[in-house]
């Protein structure tokens, strides 16, 4: 009996429902890279200001000289900077795939745009390593970023809703490469930024503080 019925025919639901706990899963990891990011900068934040309103360091800080003190807050914010970028680009790259999936499950066949379009050329290997490790750059996508046989693979998602879902990540691929202002890149600026700007209030507390001599 079950041998000759058709294994098709809940096969809508059931994509759209593999569809909707995708979307689901890539918000929430979007949400959580947003909140971790924005906590990573907040210590980073009260670690250096804290530094810099201290009225009198430790007698074992002060008897440090200057470039001994400047290179250990450069490692220290190499670890705050470096936490920072990486959970704000993968925040990045979860806002492309959540929309995605989004243009995918509704099948927002009416947004206009070209096939020829949606090849995405990856970004230099220098471009790369600044928008890892330094300050966002725009469009600066890996060949591994948000590849499509990673994310579908195990969704079992039948060919026309894959084909619509590649069609939608390549659209907000190359959307990625050529807005400024798209999925919070300014707000990415911003805090990149301001954690460039803890490391230059430390360095100006030590040659405040911090006699030149050895």
């Known amino acids: 009996m079950n041998a000759s019925m058709p294994q098709v025919s809940t096969s809508e639901p059931v994509q759209s429902e593999r569809l909707e706990a995708l979307l689901g899963f890539y918000g929430q ?15 980073e934040g009260a670690f250096f200001v804290g530094l810099f309103l201290l009225g009198n360091w430790p007698q074992t800080i002060e008897s440090m000289n200057r ?60 471009a790369q390593f600044a928008d890892l490790w330094l300050l966002p750059v725009r469009g600066a996508l890996r060949p591994s970023d948000v590849e499509l046989a990673e994310l ?6 039948r060919p026309a809703t894959l084909s619509s879902y ?12 050529k807005s400024w202002t798209s999925y919070a890149l300014p707000i990415e600026w ?7 700007v803890l490391l230059a209030i430390a360095l100006l ?9 050895l």
């Open 152 to 157: 579908v693979d195990g969704a079992k998602i």
């Open 190 to 196: 911003i805090t990149s930024l301001g954690s460039i």
């Open 67 to 126: 470039i001994t003190l400047s290179w250990i807050f450069v490692l220290v914010w190499v670890l705050f900077h470096l936490a920072l970028r990486y959970q704000l680009r993968n925040r990045r790259l979860a806002a492309i795939m959540v929309a995605a999936y989004y243009d995918a499950l509704t099948q927002k066949s009416d947004l206009v745009f070209e096939r020829s379009r949606h090849t995405v050329v990856a970004a230099s290997k220098i």
């Open 29 to 43: 990891y979007h949400n959580h890279k947003e909140q971790m990011a924005f906590s990573v900068f907040g210590l």
């Open 166 to 177: 590649q069609y939608h990540l390549l659209k907000h691929k190359n959307l990625a490469a």
């Open 205 to 213: 507390r030590v040659l405040q503080s911090v006699p030149k001599s």
